[in-house]
């Protein structure tokens, strides 16, 4: 299996900082790498695909970046809807596997 | 827009088997990946395994030798059996629509399956 080592597992943030969060894959995974966000008591939604694809309505402060097996995800101007847990996954080798989360929270 | 809701026993006994049934509305379930998903606060998310709509299946590893997931083109509705269950799998089960495999678009709300006596 591919592990997905996802840091921090969590962070303080203030409305208007930047965040940023990262993913490394154990091995290559190309550009196969998802985003997600979840609310409590909500199921995961999909920001990111393909490592730096935004989905369709996803607002563009949140972006994605990869380079080798590093992966980083980027809210710039963080709103309060941003509060959240993010988890990056990915998609090049079955099974598929997540990564632990990061809880951002409010400072 | 797809939209997908799990329905099942939310109680399973120790040794029986959890049979969760996903209805999708708002699209055909005759296109595209169909996957399950759990969340446990132990396992973080785990991927359990999808069916295409021909019924061609994928699954965990660690789970195939306990879980079949079938389609139901005919009822828009694809479904999850595993068997031997322990409390282990106590979890919330998504029922998810893969846009491309792997990518997760389309989820239901999720619900909480426990396994106790």
């Known amino acids: 299996d591919i592990q997905m080592t996802q840091s921090p597992s969590s962070l303080s943030a203030s409305v208007g900082d930047r965040v940023t969060i990262t993913c490394q894959a154990s091995r290559d995974i190309s550009k196969y790498l998802n985003w997600y966000q979840q609310k409590p008591g909500k199921p995961p939604k999909l920001l990111i695909y393909?490592?730096?694809t935004l989905e369709t309505g996803v607002p563009s402060r949140f972006s994605g970046r990869a380079s080798g097996r590093h992966f980083t995800f980027i809210i710039d101007n963080v709103q309060p809807e941003d509060f959240a847990t993010y988890y990056c996954q990915e998609y090049d080798n079955f099974p598929l596997t997540f990564g632990g989360g990061t809880k951002v929270d409010i400072k | 827009q797809v939209q997908l809701q799990e329905s099942g026993p939310r109680l399973v006994k120790p040794s029986e088997t959890l049979s969760l049934t996903c209805t999708v509305s708002?699209?055909?379930?005759?296109?595209?990946?169909w996957s399950w998903i759990r969340q446990s606060p132990g396992k973080g998310l785990e991927w359990i395994g999808y069916?295409?709509?021909?019924?061609?299946?994928s699954y965990h590893p660690s789970l195939e030798s306990r879980v079949t997931i079938s389609v139901d083109t005919s009822k828009n509705q694809f479904s999850l059996n595993l068997k031997s269950v322990t409390a282990a799998d106590t979890a919330i089960y998504y029922c998810?629509?893969?846009?491309?495999?792997?990518?997760?678009?389309?989820w239901g709300p999720g619900t909480l399956v426990s396994v106790s006596s």
């Open positions: 069916v295409y709509y021909t019924g061609s299946t």
């Open positions: 393909d490592a730096s």
């Open positions: 998810v629509r893969d846009g491309s495999v792997g990518v997760f678009e389309n």
């Open positions: 708002g699209g055909s379930i005759g296109t595209d990946y």
